[in-house]
């Protein structure tokens, strides 16, 4: 049976062995970026010495093994454990108030019948996608710093100057709000493309039968979106651990750490700020570790409740 099976892919092979050969250069990519640089995961179970040896990659081979050392030291520091509940909180909170958006504004922008209206709209809300998180901080720091157009108004309409990028009851707010208005209209593109090959037989039946506009979102459009909407929240859960590295990275400051201080952030000074590279690398396998079963139990449960999955 074998050699049945391997026969037909031989032939096959010698006959197209052109297209196999466009592979080469994505394998070698895959390879070099992807599979070499998992070697330095063993970082985290090493006391790493960049001096150990003439290059990097020796440094590492030669460091002695400190077995689970840094986990250890990690579960044990304040500032861990802080920068997990910021990741998860922050994380959450973009779920909750910004995940329902892109689907809402999908539908009401398919409502629209007016076509130029309907694009232009379209271009303004795509437009910040396309801005850097850099540019997008200066902007916001431009509006809410202590002399920006926001805090002007207020004190023009009589009220005290709030602090939004110092104060931590109202940092993560901000972050939010800056998520969602660069990232909601490029997140709709996957359901307004989803509702754009939806049965329009269905909405002609619909009409016919006296249903309201309404009536069709509610009863043709969301059930025919809910595959694409479960497959972008298993998505999304599954980055829950991110929580927007570069964008806090480039809008928070020493004064927020204790409410803005992510995982992502903390590796960051941990690795290259204190040149402790075997703690960063520990605390970021963590990481991953904690996002492969977050995608592993969010797929189940959508599979359980909903028979609908990637897997």
Same mark, same amino acid.
């Given at each position: ?44 179970? =090493? ?6 040896? !003439? ?13 689970? =050392? ?10 861990? =454990? ?5 990741? @998860? ?29 309907? =694009? ?14 850099? %540019? ?28 939004? @990028? ?12 800056? !998520?969602?208005w660069k990232e909601v209209g490029w997140s709709s593109i996957i359901y307004f493309a989803? %509702? ?12 016919? !039968? ?18 694409? %909407? ?17 964008? %806090? ?23 290259? +700020? ?9 605390? +970021? ?27």
């Open positions: 049976m074998r050699q049945r099976n391997q026969k037909p892919f031989l032939s096959y092979f010698r006959r197209n062995y052109d297209m196999y050969l466009l592979l080469v250069p994505a394998l070698i990519f895959i390879t070099i970026f992807n599979l070499v640089p998992m070697y330095g995961i063993t970082l985290a179970f =090493k006391d790493y010495n960049m001096f150990a040896a !003439d290059t990097p990659f020796m440094s590492v081979f030669k460091s002695p093994w400190a077995g689970l =050392k840094h986990f250890i030291d990690i579960f044990g520091k304040s500032d861990f =454990k802080s920068a997990l509940a910021n990741t @998860l909180i922050i994380s959450v909170m973009k779920i909750v108030f910004i995940f329902p958006i892109p689907i809402a504004f999908a539908i009401l922008l398919n409502e629209v019948r007016n076509l130029r209206f309907q =694009k232009s709209l379209q271009l303004v809300v795509y437009l910040p996608h396309f801005l850097s998180w850099a %540019i997008v901080a200066g902007i916001f720091v431009v509006l809410l710093g202590s002399t920006g157009a926001v805090n002007t108004m207020l004190v023009s309409l009589g009220f005290e100057k709030e602090r939004f @990028l110092m104060d931590n009851s109202i940092f993560r707010q901000v972050l939010v709000f800056s !998520d969602g989803a %509702i754009a090959g939806l049965d329009q037989e269905c909405y002609e039946a619909s009409r016919v !039968d006296g249903a309201n506009r309404f009536q069709q979102m509610r009863y043709i459009t969301l059930p025919g979106l809910a595959p694409t %909407i479960i497959l972008m929240l298993i998505i999304r859960v599954g980055n829950i651990m991110e929580a927007g590295f570069s964008q %806090i990275l480039v809008m928070y400051n020493p004064t927020v750490y204790e409410t803005a201080d992510i995982i992502g952030t903390y590796v960051y000074r941990v690795s290259l +700020g204190k040149l402790n590279f075997s703690t960063g690398t520990a605390v +970021g396998l963590f990481n991953s570790l904690i996002a492969l079963f977050l995608v592993v139990s969010a797929n189940s449960v959508a599979k359980r409740m909903t028979g609908k999955s990637i897997w």
